[in-house]
């Protein structure tokens, strides 16, 4: 099945266009879909972002791309893969999507900081979709309690322009996010 929507790449728009882009996805419903459980879909996530199925990696990011689409994390916390006919438990070890690049403009209170997910999406930084600090780690909070955890490079360029900045912290869409554990 070929994708009807291509990965938002951040390193090739300038700001405004990714907003817009992000603005034009178009998701499957997942929240709005209620079908019975049906047990467990024999994947897991890795802390390092990595896909895994029956024990084996899923190494086609299309694929990928795909069950990201109809992923969903429960009010429990959990994360299930959900279509209109059926419900199955995917177990993640932290953070079940990962941000692979980040597009930076402006400076100071007034910048802006876009990301690059795994799944093909993308998100700017700030109220509706923050920074959050867990076990240590900086995460943003995405749609419907989703968390997208960085790539070892994109967390270096992160806390790079962390550490510009007295406490450390990023500016991001008018909002500050410590990045900080305390």
Same mark, same amino acid.
């Given at each position: 099945?070929?994708?009807?929507?291509?990965?938002?790449? /951040?390193?090739? +728009?300038?700001? %405004?266009?990714?907003?817009?882009?992000?603005?034009?996805?178009?998701?499957?419903?997942?929240?709005?879909?209620?079908?019975? #459980?049906? $047990? #467990?879909?024999?994947?897991?996530?890795?802390?390092? $972002?990595?896909?895994? #199925?029956?024990?084996?990696?899923?190494?086609?990011?299309? +694929?990928?791309?795909?069950? =990201?689409? /109809?992923?969903?994390?429960?009010?429990? $916390?959990?994360?299930?893969?959900?279509?209109? =006919?059926?419900?199955?438990?995917?177990?993640?070890?932290? =953070?079940?999507?990962? /941000?692979? %690049?980040?597009?930076?403009?402006?400076?100071?209170?007034?910048?802006?900081? %876009? /990301?690059?997910?795994?799944?093909?999406?993308?998100?700017?930084?700030?109220?509706?979709?923050?920074? +959050?600090?867990?076990?240590?780690?900086?995460?943003?909070? +995405?749609? $419907?309690?989703?968390?997208?955890?960085?790539?070892?490079?994109?967390?270096?360029?992160?806390?790079?322009? %962390?550490?510009?900045?007295?406490?450390?912290?990023?500016?991001?869409?008018?909002?500050?996010?410590?990045?900080?554990?305390?």
């Amino acid at each position: 099945m070929p994708e009807t929507q291509p990965p938002i790449d /951040v390193s090739r +728009l300038p700001l %405004a266009e990714i907003e817009a882009a992000i603005a034009e996805r178009r998701r499957p419903p997942v929240e709005r879909w209620n079908p019975a #459980h049906c $047990g #467990h879909s024999d994947m897991r996530i890795d802390r390092e $972002g990595r896909w895994w #199925h029956a024990g084996r990696r899923i190494e086609r990011d299309a +694929l990928v791309r795909l069950f =990201a689409s /109809v992923l969903r994390r429960e009010p429990d $916390g959990s994360h299930v893969l959900v279509t209109p =006919a059926e419900k199955l438990d995917i177990e993640v070890e932290f =953070a079940a999507l990962r /941000v692979t %690049a980040l597009a930076i403009e402006g400076d100071g209170e007034g910048q802006r900081i %876009a /990301v690059q997910l795994n799944s093909g999406e993308a998100a700017v930084i700030g109220p509706e979709t923050p920074l +959050l600090m867990r076990e240590d780690l900086p995460v943003i909070a +995405l749609r $419907g309690g989703l968390e997208a955890s960085f790539e070892r490079p994109v967390y270096y360029e992160l806390a790079e322009l %962390a550490l510009a900045n007295d406490p450390p912290g990023i500016w991001s869409a008018g909002t500050f996010f410590l990045l900080s554990a305390s």
